[in-house]
């Protein structure tokens, strides 16, 4: 067969490649939607808030540069971190549902992906916060201050709940402070979950402490209408493209993340070159080392190939009407 027309027959299977790839992301990306109810269906980590180490990175856990899909789910039926210690239930290494949430509900602030700790329920009668989760963890993991009887309903002072997180910190979770803010602006308190990344913390006299978002990042509980959905799984070390790109990536990178990154990709490009001249040098040997798919209909046969590349390649044969012999 001429050479113009060999490259010629190449166009279509260059382009039918294209198509089959654009076919794959747009089968995988419907997936993920359909999995998560969310667009986009997942976030990249642009901070250390979550992890379980200040210098290290881990499967499982939700580190600086990982991808994290978000999964929609009725905020009622979110688990936090005193729920889960009660029932055993966990997601990335520690009690609770992690969500991703808008600070005050406003979607030109950047998203917060933090750990569910407690709901507190403003009570309208008494002025206080109720948080009826404390009743079902053991009474000496929690203490309300200034007060003579340990009750979960009506509080306005601080709770202390101890042994929290991977670092067993205490939360110093100072009610009558979140009551202030909201009497301070006017406004009535509302309900909400107490939000903390798992990271988050810091001696104070001595003592290691838990800095949930209401102290800081997000001053107010985190409403049900604000929460975009709950994380789940991870890809890990590849958001760090993203934030390579825009300048986002911050100083303090797990060092084993980028190594782990350009690892993967080392594989998953060289793994097909070395597959395409190992079958190459093979075949010059006279070994076809993909025989064994011929048995399942996935290839053709090497002298199959060589006949399409022959001047009668895979042309249908065509019928034209029978001669008569005489």
Known sequence: MPQEDRRSKGIPGAIKGVIVAVVVVVIIMASLYAYTGKWPPMVVVESDSMQHSSDRSFIGIIDTGDLVLVKEKDPATVITYLQGQEIGYQTYGEYGDVIIYQRYGNPNYKSIIHRTMCRVEYNTTGGGFDVPELADIP?????????SQQVWWNLDG??????????????????GALINY?????????SGFITMGDHNMAYQGGELVGL??????????IQYNWVLGAARGELPWFGLFKLWVTGEAPDNVPQ????????????????PIVLDVTTVIMKHRGVDIWAWTKRFGLRRSSKEKDECLSDVACEPEKKGPKKKIR
């Not at 009474?139 to 007060?147: C, E, H, I, K």
């Not at 709770?159 to 009610?175: F, R």
């Not at 949930?212 to 509980?221: F, G, N, S, T, V």
């Open 139 to 147: 009474a000496d993991q929690w203490n309300v201050l200034g007060s």
């Open 158 to 175: 601080i709770v202390e709940i101890y042994d929290i997180g991977y670092m067993e910190v205490t939360i110093h979770l100072d009610l």
């Open 182 to 190: 909201f009497h301070g602006r006017g406004r009535v308190p509302h």
């Open 212 to 221: 949930y978002d209401q102290l800081a990042i997000c001053r107010e509980p």
């Open 256 to 271: 084993n993340s980028v190594t782990n990154l350009w690892l993967t990709l080392g594989i998953i490009i060289g793994v």
